[in-house]
């Protein structure tokens, strides 16, 4: 229960709900234990992008989740500001860092974006996952919680593809397009490194 609610802090704080200077002790750092086999996040993504009966901002927001390694308090923070457009891609501007938007995943978030019930940032920019109050978005505790009912948890999914991406790119640069800490970013190379077989072995 503890390590479910210390995004909700950080969510508060970044909000200015929260008093300056609150500390939250975290445990010590391990690799977490959940992983996909590739069928099982092959087979989620997919789900994501052509399963009509799940909602839309699910299927915007576990996809985002699997293809970019980004978190529930990460994801609720997006906008309409973040989408950008050339006359052949759709990007996502995370951490002013674009992303190629697969086409099918650019259409579900345009989708979300039009249908949605239009709650704006104190930018004046639309939020992707709107929240209950205007001026909000949804709430990132909430969203991982539907996404789990859906049979689309988030956890699992993220660990994947943060460790997938450090296959690829140093840490330096994962820490610089995800917006998170270089440290942080080295402590989980670090530690992926270090359970390179039980990884590998929940993969099998």
């Known amino acids: 229960m503890r390590s479910r609610s210390i995004p909700f802090p950080r969510w508060s704080t970044a909000r200015r709900l929260c008093p300056p200077g609150l500390s939250i002790e975290h445990p010590a750092s391990q690799l977490p234990g959940h992983f996909q086999a590739e069928d099982e996040a092959r087979n989620e993504l997919l789900r994501c992008f052509n399963d009509a009966a799940l909602p ?5 927001a576990a996809a985002l989740v699997r293809l970019y390694a980004l978190p529930p308090t990460r994801i609720v ?9 050339d006359q052949e891609r ?3 501007a995370v951490n002013q860092h674009p992303f190629v938007l697969p086409p099918k995943l650019a259409r579900l978030i345009d989708d979300q974006l039009r249908h949605s019930t239009p709650r704006h940032s104190t930018a004046g920019h639309q939020y992707l996952l ?10 990132p505790l909430g969203l991982a919680d539907t996404l789990r009912h859906h049979g689309l948890p988030a956890r699992a999914a993220r660990n994947t593809a943060m460790v997938d991406a450090l296959v690829d790119l140093p840490p330096v640069v994962i820490a610089d397009l995800l917006g998170i800490h270089p440290k942080t970013a080295e402590r989980w190379a670090t ?5 390179c077989p039980e990884y590998v072995s929940s993969l099998m």
């Open 191 to 195: 530690l992926a490194g270090e359970n």
């Open 77 to 85: 923070e997006l906008t309409d500001n973040h989408i950008r457009r």
């Open 90 to 92: 759709t990007y996502l």
């Open 130 to 139: 709107p929240g209950q109050s205007p001026g909000r978005p949804r709430n």
């Open 56 to 60: 839309l901002d699910v299927r915007v």
